[in-house]
């Protein structure tokens, strides 16, 4: 059905069809609701898609990041290299196991971490580091593996925004010792909730698959060898994954789609940078985040982000530095200052962005941010 010019668009939207439905009818009318053959399954089409031995099915992305800490045996006093533009979950899980998160600045044309800036960071005290593929993008991770490398250090892949992207015929997920997924609604693919681990590493998958069943012994029931937590997947969520799963390469075709008719639409908009990605015929898009140019200042963003959701146009920051919050200061102090990450956040949109975009939904939201950049650009010459 036609919708109108004044029907909302929302920010995200889950591709979900009636095959995913009856998968987890088929669930519930089992005698297995947790721990059964829909998490192995599930857990091995991940493994396969990221080039790994082990898959670890976890109840989120940020479970698995904190899994992997663990795992690692990461600890207080040990440090930790990771960005500030990135969701809070990635140093949240350092923060679990009280390991202080090193911040670097980004490098502006991919949002990743600059590699110049993570060698330099590296000291006495540095255990690993922990990149993220910023919405979808897989720029320097074959570099921050080898950094890894030579200093001897460990390497957690944050893939939770990356399913199914790839840099140099890699697939994300298979750099450094281990990667996490996670399949929130608006992910490439969603379990509803939920994380993968993905590793090569026998130990580290051992330790992960004990952990998330409260440190329990798998040769044993009830027989606890270590710390645990409740950080289970229900065979509901890896029914849903599963057939997402097979649907995944269906699913970022249209992703790359979307983000490409998006391209065309907005690229005659001066007062904005499009998303980079590194690997664009390879990419796995998450979100389509627009970044205003360096004349409008964070409050004209904000602004401009009130248009767009007064005219029923989702979009939301993407991000806000890690360095930022409140609660993180005490670990970090009030002395980091990361230039590029500062002015990159200050001026990012997240556009509506979800595999059934249609172009009609796509230019009332280039109209209505159209409008709304008239409504500032004069503030952006006031002295």
Known sequence: MPQSSDTPVPLASPDVTETEI???????QSDRLSLGPRTVSFEQACARRAGRRHGIAVNSGTSGLHLCVRALELAEGDEVITPSFSFVATT???LFERVRPVFVDIDPDSYNMDPAAVAAAVTSRTRAILPVEVFGNTAHFDQYEQLARAHGLAMIEDSCEALGGALGGRSAGGFGQCGVFAFYPNKQITTGEGGMIVTDDDVLADRCRSMRNQGRDSAAWLSHARLGYNYRMSEINAAIGEIQMARLDEILAKRRDVAQR?????????EIHLPPMADPAHASWFVYVIRLNDRFSAADR???MEHLAHEGVGCNKYFV??????????WVGDGV??????RVAARTIALPFFNHLTDAQMRRVKVCLQDALRRVTPRVFTG
């Open 92 to 94: 949240n899980c350092l």
């Open 302 to 304: 904000d602004r401009v």
């Open 262 to 270: 998006y391209h065309r639409c907005l690229g005659d908009i001066a």
């Open 321 to 330: 530095p890690i360095h930022h919050q409140p609660y993180v200061k005490p």
């Open 22 to 28: 009856q998968a987890v009818v088929a669930v519930l």
């Open 337 to 342: 200052h990361l230039p590029h990450t500062e």
